[in-house]
């Protein structure tokens, strides 16, 4: 499942707007996590 969500992502285009919201999204679940 995990590569199938992958090979989708990797299909996009990369100035897809929801690679900004993803990539937000992603630094601030990093974050969390270095705060535990």
Do not use: I
Not at 7 to 31: C, T
């Amino acid at each position: 499942k995990l590569l199938g969500a992958l090979a989708s992502l990797h299909e996009l285009s990369r100035d897809n707007p929801r690679w900004e919201e993803w990539k937000l999204k992603g630094q601030v679940l990093l974050n969390q996590k270095k705060e535990d």
